[in-house]
């Protein structure tokens, strides 16, 4: 995700443009600029950082001019840096551009680009849509737009600025948010209301495919072919800190439902357009290197640990190597057996987290070659790791971990079929059949967020059980675990997961009437044992939540209680069927008062030991 916003009007652009920036970063801060055009010329300052690096460097030098753009950037494509910053501009200068979004077929327009001359400055996917302007403009600048549009691949919300024509701004919207807020004599642009909500609240919000012609005093809406389309103004009613949240009442329910954009924008780019498999290019290391690791260590705290043990079933699994899973506060002091031969996988959402970065440099202390999956550009682990595979869930603002928790998923699934093909251990068939079904999740996940009304009820009733058990067997046992930390973070209820077959060594005891517990029950090669385990604490009055696939007729027979979630392989099905403890622990924490955003005693990201 990243911050836009743009000005056109009778007052100076720049105070406006950064009131809207500040009010958008939540949407990305690790660089930011912005472009104003006065008297035939645009001047352009962007900087490395947050916002009020921007801000010291502008300071005393006001930008002039009433058009002008600007930008927050959360990076995927080339590190935070002042080059890398948007705004982008063509050879010439002549036009200026700020992109939230991947543009998926950046690499084939740069190489075209560059052949017909075009010179690039940054390692962005967004520069190249400035040149392929230059490079259409043909003296009409909303035709020149419509050319670009149908050039380039992927997501984006566009904002076009060009000092040929001072009198417009033009945006695009394809996937990634972006509103016109209708001023008097003056409009405003932004990727999201909190920008534009105390200079006006009627808007347009506009949608896939559409794009804004926005004058001092007037807004045109058409589609890409420039046929005019009839747009109804929204009245905004959200106030400034709801309309952050999109209109939902935490961060952390906006983030729950941002998944199935998140997971999608994860897979972006990264499976052939044949589904025949995944495409991991960024990975800088050959087939042949990748595939002499005899043993594979993953190592990270918290949810992103919960996501390495999935990832440890899916590389056993799919490819046949050996995986060990550690949290990094103990694999750091552990002496941990690791050699040449090691890959060590680090999972961070932050890319900050003080063990898990210890634990890095620990693992290249000992010869092992190390791979980072994060959230973050450039961050710490990003930067100290021999590689770097990213998840692209944009900025993640509430301490609970949840879309960072699908996307380390994804890619870890991804991850293990391009060295389950690297090995040579599935047959194309499965890999294709894989694929095909991995696709489908963002839209299943959707779904899974449909109806969540059971699971306010169950919040309400149970929220305020001071023990709640999680129980399930294989993935289903990773998944409790997961969901187990959701609850006990966010609603401080003593949560606990056990793998349901170490029930009767001891927690059995625990199991008294009336006591929750949710019971995973989707992985077939273990249900019927699943099962057995559910009558057991039945048998002492427990109240039994269940979690399965649609389908499953017989958990209601044993259950109280069932959530069914889309039916899909079951090694996808961790990506759904921690949706609905994500939420349950949303509910609960929200039936007991809790401070759902920011949970006592934690923090965002451990950079302390
Ligand atoms: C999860 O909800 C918690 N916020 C916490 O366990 C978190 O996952 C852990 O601190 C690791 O953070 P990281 O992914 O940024 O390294």
Request: charged fraction near 20%.
């Given at each position: 995700m990243c911050g836009i916003v743009g000005y056109i009007g009778e007052k100076p652009a720049s105070p406006f443009l950064i009131e809207g920036l500040t009010k958008l970063e939540y949407r990305g801060y690790d660089s930011a600029g912005i472009a104003v055009y006065n008297d035939g010329n645009i001047r352009i300052e962007k900087s490395v950082g947050r916002l009020s690096s921007l801000v010291e460097k502008i300071d005393g030098e006001p930008l002039k001019g009433c058009l002008g753009i600007g930008h927050t950037r959360w990076a995927t494509h080339g590190r935070p840096s002042d080059l890398n910053a948007h705004p982008h501009t063509d050879c010439s200068g002549d036009f200026v551009v700020v992109h939230n979004g991947i543009i998926e077929n950046y690499l084939s327009l740069k190489e075209e680009l560059i052949e017909k001359g075009h010179q690039f400055h940054s390692e962005t996917d967004t520069e190249v849509v400035a040149h392929l302007l230059e490079d259409v403009y043909d003296g009409d600048f909303e035709e020149a737009v419509y050319s670009v549009l149908s050039r380039i691949e992927g997501s984006y919300s566009l904002v076009f600025m060009s000092k040929k024509h001072p009198d417009v701004l033009i945006c695009a919207k394809k996937e990634n948010p972006l509103v016109v807020g209708l001023g008097d004599g003056e409009n405003f642009i932004a990727s999201d209301i909190p920008a534009?909500?105390?200079?006006?609240?009627?808007?347009?919000?506009?949608g896939d495919g559409e794009i804004a012609i926005v004058k001092r005093d007037s807004v045109a809406i058409k589609n890409r072919r420039g046929v005019p389309i009839e747009k109804k103004v929204f009245t905004v009613n959200w106030n400034a800190e709801a309309a952050e949240k999109g209109g939902y009442e935490h961060f952390m329910l906006k983030e729950i439902h941002e998944q199935p954009k998140a997971v999608k924008d994860t897979m972006r780019e990264r499976i052939k357009k044949d589904g025949s498999g995944v495409l991991l290019g960024e990975l800088g290391w050959t087939s042949k290197f990748l595939g002499s690791f005899n043993k594979v260590y993953i190592v990270a705290c918290g949810t992103a640990y919960h996501a390495g043990l999935v990832g440890k079933f899916y590389i056993e699994k799919l490819a046949r190597i050996l995986v060990e899973v550690d949290v990094a506060s103990e694999f750091r002091y552990r002496n941990p057996i690791v050699d040449k031969n090691t890959l060590v996988i680090v999972v961070s959402q932050s890319g900050e987290t003080s063990d898990t970065l210890a634990a890095l440099k620990e693992s290249k202390r000992?010869?092992?070659?190390?791979?980072?999956?994060?959230?973050?550009?450039?961050?710490?682990?990003?930067?100290?790791?021999?590689?770097?595979?990213?998840?692209?869930?944009?900025?993640?603002?509430?301490?609970?971990?949840?879309?960072?928790?699908?996307?380390?998923?994804?890619?870890?699934?991804?991850?293990?079929?391009?060295?389950?093909?690297?090995?040579?251990?599935?047959?194309?068939?499965?890999?294709?059949?894989?694929?095909?079904?991995?696709?489908?999740?963002?839209?299943?996940?959707?779904?899974?967020?449909?109806?969540?009304?059971?699971?306010?009820?169950?919040?309400?009733?149970?929220?305020?059980?001071?023990?709640?058990?999680?129980?399930?067997?294989?993935?289903?046992?990773?998944?409790?675990?997961?969901?187990?930390?959701?609850?006990?973070e966010v609603s401080y209820i003593h949560a606990?997961?056990?793998?349901?077959?170490?029930?009767?060594?001891?927690?059995?005891?625990?199991?008294?009437?009336?006591?929750?517990?949710?019971?995973?029950?989707?992985?077939?090669s273990v249900y019927e044992k699943t099962l057995s385990n559910i009558k057991e604490v039945k048998a002492r009055d427990a109240v039994v939540i269940g979690i399965a696939a649609e389908g499953d007729e017989e958990l209601s027979k044993y259950a109280d209680h069932v959530i069914h979630v889309p039916e899909t392989d079951e090694l996808l099905i961790p990506l759904l069927t921690v949706v609905p403890l994500q939420l349950l622990a949303y509910y609960a924490a929200i039936t007991r008062g809790c401070d759902v955003d920011k949970p006592r005693n934690l923090a965002k990201s451990v950079t302390v030991e």
């Open positions: 534009i909500i105390n200079k006006t609240r009627r808007t347009f919000i506009l000992l010869g092992a070659k190390t791979l980072a999956l994060t959230n973050v550009v450039g961050s710490s682990i990003a930067r100290e790791a021999d590689q770097v595979l990213y998840t692209w869930a944009g900025p993640e603002i509430a301490v609970a971990s949840t879309k960072a928790y699908t996307t380390q998923l994804i890619l870890f699934f991804m991850l293990a079929l391009y060295m389950a093909e690297i090995k040579n251990t599935l047959q194309p068939a499965r890999v294709k059949e894989l694929i095909s079904l991995l696709k489908k999740v963002p839209a299943q996940i959707s779904e899974t967020l449909t109806d969540v009304e059971p699971i306010k009820t169950f919040a309400k009733r149970y929220g305020f059980n001071e023990d709640v058990f999680y129980i399930g067997r294989s993935l289903d046992y990773d998944v409790a675990l997961e969901g187990s930390l959701k609850l006990k606990e997961a056990y793998a349901s077959g170490e029930l009767k060594h001891g927690t059995l005891a625990l199991i008294v009437e009336g006591v929750p517990v949710i019971a995973l029950a989707t992985q077939k």
